[in-house]
């Protein structure tokens, strides 16, 4: 019997699974969209306005058909409510209000709609269910251009211009992470701007075909009845119902507002824990606020690319100590610890969704420096001048791998991180790096220095690039399942200094065949399975004894004739070689 019910119960988690990933974030995407399309219909209609009143009001009877059909309203107002439920709660929810811009921005826009837009709301719907007043476009754009002030106008040229954008930023924020996004984000944006230009243009030339035949009595007695405009008995019980709901919405923003206060006098009641930052920082916060809330509080560099919405899993940490006292991942977290490989692993916890009730020690899991690759040129640098510089290509091995299991956010993340490290090394030994390739590095040595010691300095830099790369590895080798690797080329020669690109987009930078035979030494370290393979013509450039490295003749492509180069298997191998050859010239 046991093993029956059990066999019974099986397949419930593969059919409704689906069920529980199903949560605030997604409710409020899926009511956001109802909600936008319903703006972006009602937009369109409005356009219909610039070709003529008929084609206006032949729109309008296309859009309560499919607005008014009962599943479709239904689904519509079921949507505002849930919407305007969740954008009340998040308003309570939220403990900081130090992220990104255009987040809290997106926020007061949303609970603001409701208060903009409730007397178009009554007026309208809420006349039809109560009293069948049926009112179309020619009642409301005599009501907005004849019977009411001027300021009526400007509300409602407000409201669809907050309601569009607020709509615009939530689905940005949704879209910014898909792959496609960044390609169509210029025709979208036309988009986002042509609409609502082309609705208000279409509301002002309604309203001035409605003014023109506003004084013809014939158009009074066949759009202005008693049917269509209601009684004075009516209106004043449709403003009635209007003033009590401002002052309910109103009561409830209050009433989150109040609940946020309450809560926190609960939580400093409930007592204060401690979170120490790697032994390097501790901070007292109250019960039940998330580790990424309070590095935000405590202005403490956090990692997190999404903002805090569990979309990514750069805010990952890792748990000193005991674990069991910690609060279980929530569905949400759970799917993204998973999606990176760290479900089964119970140290590892997402910081924005992570709320400890006792002390906790943890090690953030990507560092949070950002570091700004410099890609300055010198000052002494002419544009068009010959010059001896060397040019060393850096890769980043099984990016395409790496990009295939992870999140984009996350992937983006280590690409930036590999791409920190290496430019800080190269920076540290003289070098600049001048140009980002996708998750490669072009760097250049010698624009302020001899040709001996710009090629010193670069194979001092491919040394150092290691140490940075296993100091990042450090960081974040464990969630990789397998180290950061790299392959770096490079090669010395007269190069020309110049600017490519078009217009504003000009980028300075050196041309020469030095640079692309550096980028095919780059290529192939691959085929020979060394890290680093420089020319035996920098090796001696650089005042480095024949023998001071492993030498080898190979084909490069484009060239006639073979070329010696220096296949380093590991590229701190580099430092003893320079330490030696300086020990001998001293």
Known sequence: MKRRASEADGPRPRTFGWLRRIGVRQ??????????????????????????????????????????????????????TIHAALGLWALYQRRQFRWRTVEPLQLVLGLSVPLLIYTHVIGLRLSHVLYGIDKLYPQVLYAYWVAWPTYRIWLMVTVMLVAWIHGCIGLGLWLRIKP????????????????????????????????????????????????????????????????????????????????????????????MIRLTYGGDRTVRVPKGMSVL????????????VCGGRARCSTCRIRVIGDVDELPPPTSREAFVLGSVGAADDPTIRLACQLRPTHDLTFLPVFPPR???????????????????LVSMFVDLRGSTQIAETRLPFDTVFIVNRFLGAVSRAVIACGGQPN????????????????????????????????????????????????????????????????????????????????????ARLQDMTKAL??????????RAT????????????????????????????????????????ELTLA
């Open 435 to 518: 140009q980002f390739v996708g998750d490669g590095v072009l760097a250049l040595f010698g624009m302020n220095e001899q040709p001996r010691d710009a090629c010193r300095n670069a194979i001092r830099a491919a040394a150092a690039i290691a140490a940075s790369v296993d100091e990042l590895n450090g960081f974040i080798g464990h969630d990789l399942g397998s180290p950061i690797r790299f392959g770096i080329g490079i090669h010395g020669g007269l190069v020309i200094l110049g600017e490519i690109g078009y217009r504003d987009h000009m980028v300075f930078t050196a041309l020469g065949d030095s640079v692309n035979v550096a």
């Open 370 to 388: 950002n570091v700004a690759a410099a890609r300055q040129a010198a000052r002494s640098a002419r544009i068009g001048d010959e010059r001896y």
């Open 542 to 581: 650089a005042g480095l004894p024949a023998d001071a490295l492993p030498t080898q003749q190979v084909d490069i492509r484009g060239r006639a004739e073979p070329m010696l180069v220096c296949p380093i298997a590991q590229s701190r191998e580099l430092t003893a070689a320079l330490d030696a050859s």
């Open 180 to 271: 496609a996004f960044r390609k169509a984000m210029p025709a979208l944006l036309v988009v986002a701007v042509l609409i609502p230009t082309l609705a208000l243009l279409g509301f002002y030339e309604g309203g001035r075909d409605v003014i023109r035949v506003a004084a013809d009595p014939a158009w009074q007695d066949a759009n202005l009845s008693i049917k269509q405009m209601g009684t004075l008995q009516q209106q004043r019980t449709l403003d009635r119902i209007g003033d009590a709901f401002v002052i309910g919405y109103l009561g409830l923003i209050a009433l989150a507002l109040v609940a946020r206060a309450i809560r926190g006098l609960n939580e400093r009641r409930g007592g």
């Open 293 to 304: 809330e309070a590095s935000l509080r405590h202005n403490i560099p956090h990692a997190s």
């Open 529 to 538: 399975g060394c890290e680093t393979l420089l020319s035996d013509e920098l």
């Open 27 to 80: 409710l409020r995407m899926f009511t956001g969209l109802v909600m936008f399309a319903y703006l972006l219909s009602h937009f369109l209609n409005h356009a219909l306005g610039n070709i003529s009143p008929e084609a206006l009001q032949a729109g309008v009877l296309w859009h309560l058909e499919i607005w008014q059909f009962l599943p479709v309203a239904i689904l519509f107002y079921g949507s505002v």
